[in-house]
């Protein structure tokens, strides 16, 4: 039953040498109007696409900053003065510029997607294409799985998860059979996971909510949400006057929490006011949210569901 759902590397834009495609790679790197001699921030340095792009515009008095806590991807970094990799979650964005000596940004650019090369390496367990652990850690050190998930939160717990980050209106559902499958023997596997929700979920959309539930997880494993936040609180408070925030998102949750930073410098969006009723944004969006042209989704499929947006710090 899985095999229906296979898809090539050749099917997703990919070929076996590539590592990853950078999405909206141009108008991205554009939005940080980045000046030469400044400091930038690639919080999600994956196959390095988006950084490498920045460095091309960085003279010898720029410095470029890039987050991964995956190691694997920290170590194709190569060497160059100009160039820091740091090996952390860029939710200790503040804690590392405070130890790096750096006081303010000139701009910080964030792609949440999924490195493409999480998906083509099964082992993974990022997607359900593949026969593997159910893993989803992005950071190897990392002590929950989705194994963990899936075995030991409670039947509520995991509906929350599914129905939250996931979007499923079949949560409550998914976590029932979940709990009472568990009871006989632990899930373990993506195979066995994928197998069990197919009969829960509608005909007309397996694949796509059957790709949710895999999000849902790996949202829960990495603390995706609660990261998100805290980072683009940072990297507020980091930003120059005039500096630029750029963010990529991919679904719905994430982009009305990048939506509400860049709007109003909290989680709710709630613009505050002072004393005499003028606003405290700390931020102004450059322009409306961008999507790929019909040409990038053709050949990197994985960007369909992309949205990016600019804000630039208000001095």
């Known amino acids: 039953m899985l095999g ?3 898809i090539s590397m050749y099917f997703c834009g990919m070929n076996p040498e590539t590592y990853h495609i950078p999405v909206l790679l141009t108008p991205s790197v554009e939005g940080l109007a980045i000046r030469p001699e400044g400091t930038y921030v690639d919080v999600t340095l994956g196959g390095g696409g988006h950084s490498r792009e920045i460095l091309k515009y960085l003279d010898g008095g720029g410095r470029l900053f890039s987050f991964d806590q995956d190691a694997d991807a920290i170590s194709r970094v190569e060497d160059n003065p100009r160039w820091t990799p740091i090996h952390s979650n860029f939710r200790y964005l503040k804690n590392w510029m405070r130890y790096y000596g750096v006081e303010a940004i000139d701009g910080l650019l964030a792609d949440l997607g999924v490195s493409s090369h999480h ?6 367990g990022f997607s359900f294409r593949s026969e593997a652990p159910l ?4 950071n190897q050190q990392a002590q929950l799985t989705a ?4 075995n030991t939160y409670t039947r509520e717990q995991l509906t929350s998860i599914f129905r939250l980050y996931g979007e499923l209106r079949q949560a409550g559902r998914i976590s029932s059979v979940i709990t009472k499958v568990r009871s006989e023997a632990p899930i373990e596997t993506t195979s066995q996971l994928a197998e069990l929700l197919i009969p829960l979920l509608g005909h007309d959309h397996e694949r796509k909510d059957l790709a949710r539930a895999f999000q849902a997880l790996r949202i829960e494993v990495n603390g995706e949400m609660s990261a998100l936040e805290e980072m683009l609180t940072s990297a507020i408070e980091l930003l120059r006057p005039g500096g630029r925030l750029v963010v990529i998102s991919y679904h719905s949750l994430e982009d009305r929490i990048v939506k509400n930073m860049m709007r109003a410098g909290n989680i709710n969006g709630e613009v505050e006011s002072d004393l005499y009723g003028r606003t405290k944004a700390p931020m102004r969006a450059v322009d409306k949210a961008i999507t790929p042209t019909p040409e990038e989704m053709e050949t990197n499929p994985r ?3 992309a949205r990016l947006r600019i804000a630039e710090k208000i001095g």
């Open 135 to 138: 893993d989803m850690r992005m």
């Open 119 to 124: 998906f083509d390496t099964p082992q993974r």
């Open 147 to 150: 194994a963990d998930v899936l």
């Open 303 to 305: 960007s369909r569901s």
């Open 4 to 6: 229906r759902f296979g």
